[in-house]
C-alpha cells in the first residue's frame, strides 16, 4: 500500500539557519509528490509538487525539494530560515489507481524557528 | 487563492446531534473531498467525490455520509455526532489531467466539537 513517512514530528532551527524536512514515500507506481504549509488555524496551502518533470522543484517562500527515485524521498529544504516559517508542514503522494488520484499524507512535521 | 469556502466555521453540538458541513466552490473542479485533522494523525481522507451524485468511501468514513447534488457543493453530515468525532475538517477540491488529479486546494476548515 501507499504511504507517506516524514521523519521528525517536530523540527527546531535557527533563524538564518537551513531547514531540512524529511519525506519518504512508498508507491509501486510512479508518484505526484507535493509539500504543504498550515499555519494556525488555517487550512493547507500548497508550497511545491512534483509531477515527473524536473526532480528539483521550487516552491513558494524560497523552499525546494528533490525528487530522489533510488532513496524514495522527496525532502523540503531552505538555505535561510525565517520566523514567518514557522508552521506545520506536510507531504503528500498521489498514484493512480482506484482511488482516483487521491492525496496520501504524512503525519507532518511542526517547524519551530528560534530568533 | 481557490475559491473554496466551509460553512460553518466553528461548531459545537451534542452526543446524538446530527450535524451537516457544507463545501462550497467556485472553481469548477470535478473532484471534492472531505478530510479530518487531528494531532498525530496528518489528514485523512473521509469521503470523495469524483462528479455530481458520484462519491466512494474514504480511509475514516465510518459515522459520516456525504452527498453531491450540484458540482459547487458537497456535504458532510455526521447522523449521530460522537466525542471520537470532534475535529478539524477540510474540504479540498482537484482537477483531472489525462485522468490523474492533481494538486487539492483546501478550504479554511470547519472547527467541530461534540459534547
Known amino acids: 500500500a501507499q504511504s507517506v513517512t516524514q521523519l521528525g514530528s517536530h523540527v527546531s532551527v535557527s533563524e538564518g539557519a537551513l531547514v531540512l524536512l524529511r519525506c519518504n514515500y512508498s508507491s509501486s507506481v510512479p508518484p505526484y509528490l507535493f509539500w504543504y504549509v498550515q499555519y494556525p488555524n488555517q487550512g493547507l496551502q500548497l508550497l511545491l509538487k512534483y509531477t515527473s518533470a524536473a526532480t528539483l522543484v521550487k516552491g513558494i517562500n524560497g523552499f525546494e525539494a528533490e525528487f530522489k527515485k533510488s532513496e524514495t524521498s522527496f525532502h523540503l529544504t531552505k538555505p535561510s530560515a525565517h520566523m514567518s516559517d514557522a508552521a506545520e508542514y506536510f507531504c503528500a503522494v498521489s498514484y493512480y489507481g482506484g482511488s482516483q488520484g487521491n492525496l496520501i499524507f504524512g503525519k507532518g512535521t511542526k517547524l519551530s524557528v528560534k530568533p | 487563492d481557490a475559491g473554496i469556502t466551509q460553512s460553518p466555521r466553528h461548531k459545537v453540538t451534542e452526543t446524538g446531534t446530527p450535524v451537516t458541513l457544507r463545501c462550497h466552490q467556485t472553481e469548477n473542479h470535478r473532484y471534492m473531498y472531505w478530510y479530518r485533522q487531528d494531532p498525530g494523525h496528518g489528514l485523512r481522507l473521509i469521503h470523495y467525490s469524483y462528479g455530481v451524485k458520484d462519491t466512494d468511501k474514504g480511509e475514516v468514513s465510518d459515522g459520516y455520509s456525504v452527498s453531491r447534488s450540484k458540482t459547487e457543493d458537497f456535504l458532510l453530515t455526521l447522523e449521530s455526532a460522537t466525542s471520537s468525532q470532534t475535529s478539524v475538517y477540510f474540504c479540498?477540491?482537484?482537477?483531472?489531467?489525462?485522468?490523474?488529479?492533481?494538486?487539492?486546494?483546501f478550504g479554511p476548515g470547519t472547527r467541530l466539537t461534540v459534547t
Open positions: 479540498a477540491i482537484s482537477e483531472s489531467v489525462g485522468g490523474r488529479s492533481y494538486e487539492q486546494y
